[in-house]
C-alpha cells in the first residue's frame, strides 16, 4: 500500500466505492470536499447512481471481477471506501488482498466475520457481553442462536429454554455452525464512532436503531421472529449512558490496536441492547461504516456538533479525515 501511495498525485485523488449501503452517504460528502467520485455497480443498478450530479463516474461491472477493476483504479489516485455491502459482496478473504488502498483497518474485515472471534475481540475490550453457551442441555434462559454466514439478521432463531432449543437446534443441519447466546431483554440501540488519526481521538458520532422484519412489524405473534433489517431509524440516548457509551467505544479501539494492527481508524460501530437497569450488553460489532449513519446524511448527526463547528454526516467525516491526513502527510496512516 504505501509503495503504490508514492505514486498518488494527492491533489487529483478519487474515492471509490462500491454502489449500495451508504455509499450516496459516502460520495456526496467526499464531493462536497471536492475530491473525485467512482461508484461501482452492480450490472443493472448503474442507472439509479447516474441520476446523482455528485458522482462523477458510474463503473457497471460484475463484482467477480472487481480485482482487475482495483488495478486499473489505483492508476487513477484511487482510495475504496469498504462498507457492509462490499463486505458481503467480495467476502472477508478477497477484501485482505484487494489491490486498492482502502481506508479503515482492513484486517478487522476478518475478525468481523467469525462469531467466535468478534465475541472475543469486544471481551478482550473488556466491554459486556451476552453470556455464550456452548453446550445446549445447559442453557438455562432465553437465547438467540446464530448461523455462521447468517446475513443482515435472517438465519438466526430465539430459543425461550433449553427444550424449546433442543426441538428447534434439530431443524438445523449437521455440520452448520453456530453459537448460543443469551438473548438479552431490553431496547436495541446502535452506536456510531468515529476513530481519527488527524485529531487523535475517538469521537461518538451518532447513534440509531434498526428496523427489522419481522421484529417490528405487525406480526401479532402469527410468525417467527426474524431481525432481516429493512432500514433504520434516528435515537438520542439520554444523556447520562453518553459516558458509558463513549468508554466502550474508547475500550474497544484501544483493544483494536492491541490486537489487531494498525488499531481503529475511521468509522466504526457497536451494537447493543440497553437493560432496563440502564446496563449495555454489547452484542456485535462493524469495523467500518454502518447503513445506520444514513439516517443524519445532509443534516449532519446531532452529535457531530459536539467536534465541529457545522453538523457533519459520516461521509463528510470520513472526507474530512482525508482530506487533512493527505495535508498533514498522514494518508498512509489512514489507509491499509
Ligand atoms: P445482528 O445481525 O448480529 O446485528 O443481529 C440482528 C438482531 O438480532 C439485532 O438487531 C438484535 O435486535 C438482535 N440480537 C442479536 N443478538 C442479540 C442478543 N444477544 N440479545 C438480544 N438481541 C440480539
Known sequence: METVLK???????NIVTIASHSSLQIL??????????????KPGLGWFYRRFSFIDRVIEVDLSNLEQLANDLVKDNSILIPHGSYV?????RRALSMPIPTFGNRYLI???ADQRKKMRLLEYAGIPIPKSFNEPALVDRPVIVKLSGAKGGRGYFIAKDAAD????????????????????????AYYHYFGSKV??????FGMDLRYESNVDGRTFNLTEPTFVVVGNIPVVLRESLLPIVQKYGEDFSRAVSELVPPGMIGPYSLESIIKDDLSIVVFEFS????????????????????????????GERIAHEIVNAAKMGKLSEVLT
Open 287 to 314: 469495523g467500518r461504516i454502518v447503513a445506520g449513519t444514513n439516517v443524519y446524511m445532509g443534516v449532519g448527526s446531532p452529535y457531530s456538533v459536539l467536534y465541529f463547528n457545522e453538523p457533519m454526516d459520516m
Open 7 to 13: 505514486n498518488y498525485d494527492l491533489g487529483k485523488l
Open 110 to 112: 476478518e475478525w468481523e
Open 165 to 188: 432449543l433442543a426441538s428447534k437446534l434439530s431443524g438445523v443441519n449437521v455440520g452448520d455452525d453456530y453459537i448460543i447466546q443469551e438473548y438479552v431483554i431490553g431496547v436495541p
Open 199 to 204: 485529531y487523535d481521538r475517538v469521537e461518538l
Open 28 to 41: 456526496r460528502g467526499i464531493k462536497r470536499y471536492g475530491l473525485g467520485t467512482v461508484a461501482v455497480a
Open 88 to 92: 458481503e459482496y467480495v467476502g472477508w
